[in-house]
């Protein structure tokens, strides 16, 4: 946990004009890839050596600075993630009835799933949905991808609901990872549309990899999205 909380203070770091545009990853970790996206954001991927083998981070900057931190095991479970305003950790409870299997969705063409999370706020929260394969692929910055369609809802241990979502995503078997897609959420009184998808994968030696400053759909587009909803469909994102 010392090392975990030294990581998160390093990566919340204010980062000055003269450093923007060049994620560090956390002492021990090595970042692999950036992923500009619509709706102004930038995403910076990076493995640690401490972690299990097959666990990814993902730090999600917008204009601003970082604003969410996740981790996913190689099943592509939420295993815990890190939301900054307010800051917030959350964790997956143990024994899911239902454990997301990214291995079944390849296999068998669909994944449901029921788990719960804890967050040290004191809150829990019951996630049910599924994610399935439409057999589309699709093909972003040279990079082939699977098409999947989802839905999901997240309600607190008294039946309310905290979230909805449903629409496409789309993953990459090899780097076992999905990315967002055109998407609705559910805003307690009706469904917004929203659309995070990716628009630029950038590897190690390519301009623009480790950048913290997102280049797509910035500014007023993105005032018309409230913030809540920005940050549910980061989460949807493994």
């Not at 450093?19 to 991927?45: D, I, W």
């Not at 931190?69 to 143990?94: C, G, H």
């Not at 449903?166 to 998407?183: T, V």
Request: proline share 7%; aromatic share 10%.
């Amino acid at each position: 946990m010392k090392r975990l909380t030294l990581a998160i203070a390093a990566l919340m770091t204010p980062i000055t004009p003269a450093q923007a545009g060049s994620f560090k990853a956390p002492e021990g970790c090595e970042a692999f890839l950036t992923v500009q996206a619509r709706g102004c954001r930038v995403s910076n991927h990076y493995r640690c050596s401490a972690d299990q083998p097959g666990d990814q981070w993902r730090a999600d900057f917008d204009q601003e600075g970082i604003f969410f931190l996740s981790r996913i095991n190689r099943e592509t479970e939420w295993v815990e993630s890190f939301s900054f305003d307010p800051k917030v950790r959350q964790v997956l409870e143990a024994s899911p009835a239902d454990p997301a299997r990214f291995s079944g969705l390849l296999s068998s063409g669909r994944d449901d799933f029921d788990f719960w999370l804890s967050r040290d706020d004191g809150t829990r929260s019951h996630v049910t949905g599924h994610d399935a394969l439409t057999g589309r692929s699709i093909t972003i910055d040279g990079v082939q991808l699977q098409q999947t369609e989802y839905s999901y809802t997240e309600v607190d241990p008294e039946g309310k609901i905290l979230g909805q979502a449903k629409g496409n995503e789309y993953i990459h078997p090899d780097w076992r990872m999905f990315f967002a897609g055109p998407s609705q959420h559910w805003d307690g009184l009706d469904w917004v549309p929203m659309d995070g998808s990716p628009v630029q994968f950038i590897q190690p030696g390519e301009p623009g990899f480790a950048a913290t400053q997102p280049i797509f759909e910035c500014g007023a587009v993105m005032s018309l999205a409230p913030l809540n909803l920005l940050l549910q469909q980061v989460r949807d994102e493994r």
